[in-house]
């Protein structure tokens, strides 16, 4: 008698078969296999990510974003001058890309904000802001609630990168006014911008005093989650590696330069080069690679977080106490101030510059 572990199937039609057979390995289903499957469905339908920049003109927000994705999102960017950034209010652009590696598609949108921190009156400046990131959480939940729910669009903002300005001493009124706004609503991730104006001792005293302040305001900002224990030894190092460099100092520049026979990203000054893919210039490598690493940790605390937050609201009754929407607000803390505490930021080395 023939088991079905050696059995074989012969289907033939018009010249044409098929041969179902199970592998020679014993006791092998083929399950396994089920990840792959998983794989395959998730390139063919492609992926989708919204990334929203925010933060004061001359931060170099568009630069970095090029620099990040390698492509141009704002070939005919309109600079505005002193007079228009007077009567400029804060407009939403958004862009989309897709980008292509490996035969892996990427529907990239980044939500730009144009005139933020520009107006005299600053106070209300954020609430185009919340009202764009309320209306896609709206848009999401009208389109789950439909009858096309396999093909819904998800444009929901995935990670705010807020820029903050390196001239100050740490947080300015504004940006703790910002983060306090939308940190129930969005992923933060502080970039300190244009770190090339510091030196590697400021950039320290900067990290920790804004790290500082944001705790003592109660502010949530994204952090990585904990690496399992089977997890190689590599990957555990980076992602300490990651955590300890938050918030990020970065630099952007669209020159290529070349230096000792390379052709770099980069700034020129008179005492020598400023590269923006060198990890002892800068933390821009740190911070693509946090973003490709954990993008699917940004969109599954975008769903699981922030969307129910917003989804509880508005399917719960006046008056009434969502104790699931405090449950989640409590999860954000703790894993904030559980990274935070465990936070040990760059040891303080010299600055070295390509000359």
């Not at 230096?259 to 893919?277: D, Q, S």
Request: hydrophobic share 35%; with cysteine; charged share 25%.
């Amino acid at each position: 008698m023939t088991s079905y572990v050696q059995y074989v199937q012969h289907f033939n039609h018009s010249n044409y078969s098929f041969q179902f057979s199970n592998p020679e390995t014993p006791g092998y289903v083929g399950f396994a296999n089920l990840p792959n499957q998983v794989h395959r469905k998730s390139v063919k339908k492609g992926f989708e990510f919204t990334l929203m920049v925010v933060g004061e003109s001359g931060l170099g927000k568009s630069t970095l974003v090029n620099n990040l994705f390698l492509t141009d999102l704002y070939p005919e960017r309109h600079i505005p001058n002193a007079i228009d950034k007077i009567k400029q209010t804060v407009k939403i652009d958004a862009s989309s890309v897709e980008i292509e590696e490996r035969g892996v598609k990427l529907r990239l949108t980044v939500v730009d904000t144009p005139g933020f921190g520009d107006s005299i009156n600053t106070g209300e400046c954020y609430a185009s802001i919340l009202q764009y990131i309320d209306e896609q959480f709206e848009r999401y939940l009208n389109d789950e609630s439909g009858l096309n729910r396999r093909n819904i669009t998800d444009n929901r903002v995935h990670a705010c990168f807020y820029f903050i300005s390196p001239a100050g001493h740490g947080l300015k009124p504004l940006d703790i006014a910002f983060m306090k706004a939308v940190h129930y609503k969005v992923n933060i991730v502080p970039v300190i911008a244009k770190a090339d104006t510091l030196t590697k001792q400021e950039v320290h005293k900067l990290k920790k005093k804004i790290l500082e302040e944001i705790r003592a305001n109660g502010i949530n900002i994204y952090t990585l989650p904990d690496c399992d224990d089977d997890e190689d030894e590599e990957f555990k190092l980076q992602c300490d590696q990651l955590k300890t460099a938050m918030p990020f100092a970065v630099v952007g520049s669209n020159q290529i330069i070349e230096v000792k026979g390379r052709k770099v990203r980069g700034r020129m000054y008179p005492w020598g080069v400023v590269e923006v893919e060198n990890p002892e210039h800068c933390d821009f490598i740190k911070l693509r690679t946090m973003l490709i690493t954990h993008m699917q940790d940004l969109q599954e605390v975008t769903h699981e977080v922030h969307y129910e937050n917003f989804r509880s609201d508005r399917l719960s009754g006046p008056g009434e106490v969502d104790e699931r929407d405090s449950g989640r607000k409590q999860r954000l803390s703790i894993r904030f101030n559980l990274t935070l505490s465990s936070h040990n930021l760059i040891a303080l080395v010299p600055t070295r510059f390509s000359t």
